[in-house]
């Protein structure tokens, strides 16, 4: 008997008094007034920065961090790069490394948590070591792009989920609390997280 | 067999330093769980929903499996199957060796301590280096985790600071948790940029769509599933959900039961491979490892919708005292002191289950509703039935035949009565031989100078 055999018969036995099957539970989340604003409050909450503007100002945003070299994806709108960026052809972990920052779109974001999602595949948000390598992500974000909650988010995020998409959730820059339970933004993720929320 | 949560407990009661972390510990992750529990109006439905799912999956295990690894396979990625934490092991040492790997790079996994991956890959000639920050400051101290979410709790900073200055170089450090965790950073970078094999656990494995879930804060978990060019994964076969949209429930639950964020910074969703994008081939070993002796036991079943949160770990007054190490399992604390003891068929951890004094705060703070002390008290019976004869059950037999004969009674309690001089009192303190257990951690009560009855017969 093979181990996948012997595993899937040994749960079928254990099953023999048929627990059944309970029925779903409905959850609705209570409707948010203002998501944008929520939204930029509570990435501000785990320290991130929040910058907002119109589109056409992203570029001006974007040069006003003096981030340096930005890795970009190869479909990112032109109006949005500031001079010098580097395009990611399939540059190597260590090139990305090499790099100051990235600056990207994302799927969608999250107001009630302050989450940014991005998908691998997904309009100007480019693979997944783009936005991890580089010391410094700028994330541009559209207003009409944030949700209220994560239940709505999961919902929108079906498709990509089928289609295989790898999707990343962030919220806020990476962290611990290993030591002492005290905080340290910026472990191995990006150290630090720039949320343009444009509109 | 060890020798038991009494013992263990005994020695981390004694250390002081150890009680001062972990009180600081847990009342700081309480108070942050309580505060961003709150503010969702709908926890108690999120829980049953929580729930629900959770039961649903176990109910429907076999087909759910089966439909999972269908559809890893269909999006490019390879199934293995384990019966035991050998045979995982097995699984991941042979994908290194394929792939002439003598390092890998692990993502903090307790499936992986509950095997023993380490060892075995040692034993194979292949080292792993644990990358989560906590999980690097025990390996590189050859301790033991202590916490399911901050395992290094019981280290202070300057502990951790000679650890690095001795382990990884670092001459010139303070013990600033900020530069600590620059060091560590620095160390791994090379390690991720180099590393070729990832290996991680995975919180969620979801059968329609085969998507893998680990759930994280440091990015670590980001880049052992992303860097490298292979990835295996070892999943308890506990972890499937039925669909994609139950992660709706399960990314609100776990992050504010857990570290009492709203969300965690990072969280991973995979499914097979993606060209052109991170790993360029990808294995997912299912662990049974004692899963299915758990999901027999009707009362315990309810044990395998744990999502590892660690919730019940920071309101119980057991482990607040005695600290991780003294449950002497992968697993402490009170989802510990049910989960232990089931994977080993109870053949080992048997005073696990007796390791509560049934509060009921786990229960409440559970993001899944396992009840943890009906499961206790289940278990209890099941390790008393199985010590079947021995002296205790003799003893209890005996005392039971007393209680049942009035005479017998009577002259029992003359005699104890008898012990009440000074002498015979010290004694009384601690009852003798096989029932000694009942005086090791309650005080015998004073017999008193009249009984009841004889009271009845002369006032009446």
Known sequence: MTAREAVLERARRALGDRPEVPAAVSVAPAPVDDPVGLFCERVSDYRATVHRCSEDEIAARVRELGAGRLAVPGDLPESWRPEGVVVDDALSARALDEVDGTLTACELAIAETGTIVLRSGGAAQGRRALTLVPDLHVCVVAERQVLSSVPEAIAALEEAARDGDPLTLVSGPSATSDIELSRVEGVHGPRTLHVIVSG | ?460
């Open chain 2, 1 to 460: 067999m060890t020798a038991g949560f009494p013992v263990a407990a005994k020695k981390a009661l004694a250390d002081t330093q150890l009680r001062r972390n972990l009180g600081h510990a847990t009342r700081t992750i309480r108070d942050k769980r309580a505060g961003v529990v709150g503010e969702v109006a709908d926890w108690e439905q999120l829980r049953e929903a929580g729930q629900a799912i959770k039961d649903e999956a176990l109910a429907r295990l076999p087909e759910l499996l089966e439909q999972l690894e269908g559809s890893v396979q269909a999006a490019g990625g390879q199934v293995h199957w384990a019966r035991d934490g050998a045979e995982a092991n097995a699984a991941v040492a042979a994908v290194a060796k394929q792939h002439g790997v003598d390092e890998v790079v692990k993502v903090k996994s307790i499936t992986t301590d509950e095997t023993k991956l380490n060892d075995a890959l040692a034993a194979e000639g292949i080292g792993a280096v644990e990358t989560d920050l906590a999980e690097l400051i025990v390996q590189l101290d050859n301790d033991s985790p202590s916490h399911i979410l901050v395992p290094a709790i019981h280290r202070n900073r300057a502990e951790i600071r000679d650890l690095f200055r001795r382990k990884l170089g670092a001459t010139d450090l303070s013990d600033d948790p900020a530069a600590l965790t620059a060091v560590a950073r620095e160390h791994l970078r090379r390690k991720f940029l180099e590393a070729r094999m990832g290996v991680s656990g995975a919180n969620f494995g979801v059968a329609e769509t085969g998507t893998v879930s680990v759930v994280e804060s440091e990015g670590n978990g980001r880049m052992c599933t992303t860097l490298p060019e292979v990835l295996v994964t070892v999943m308890g076969i506990e972890k499937v959900l039925p669909r994609w949209r139950d992660l709706e429930v399960f990314l609100q639950l776990l992050p504010r039961s857990s570290t009492g964020e709203r969300m965690n910074p990072y969280t991973s969703l995979w499914s097979g491979v993606r060209a052109g994008d991170g790993p360029q081939e990808f294995h997912l070993v299912l662990l049974d490892n004692g899963r299915t002796d758990v999901l027999a036991d009707a009362v315990g079943r309810q044990s395998l919708r744990c999502i590892r949160c660690s919730a019940c770990l920071n309101v119980c007054p057991v482990y607040a005292r005695a600290g991780g190490h003294a449950y002497e399992s992968v697993y402490p604390g009170p989802i510990g002191a049910i989960l232990a003891p089931q994977l080993a068929r109870l053949e080992d951890s048997q005073t696990l289950p007796f390791a509560s004094s049934l509060c009921g705060a786990c229960a409440d703070v559970c993001p899944v509703k396992i009840d943890i002390p009906e499961v206790l008290v289940h278990l209890r019976g099941e390790v008393v039935d199985r010590k079947g004869t021995d002296a205790e059950a003799v003893a209890m037999r005996a005392l039971a035949g007393v209680f049942g004969d009035r005479k017998r009674y009577e002259r029992a309690q003359s005699l104890a009565r008898a012990g009440r001089s000074p002498l015979g009192r010290g004694l009384a303190k601690r009852l003798p031989g096989p029932i000694a257990a009942w005086t090791s951690s309650r005080e015998l009560p004073e017999v008193p100078e009249q009984t009841f009855r004889q009271w009845w017969k002369e006032t009446r």
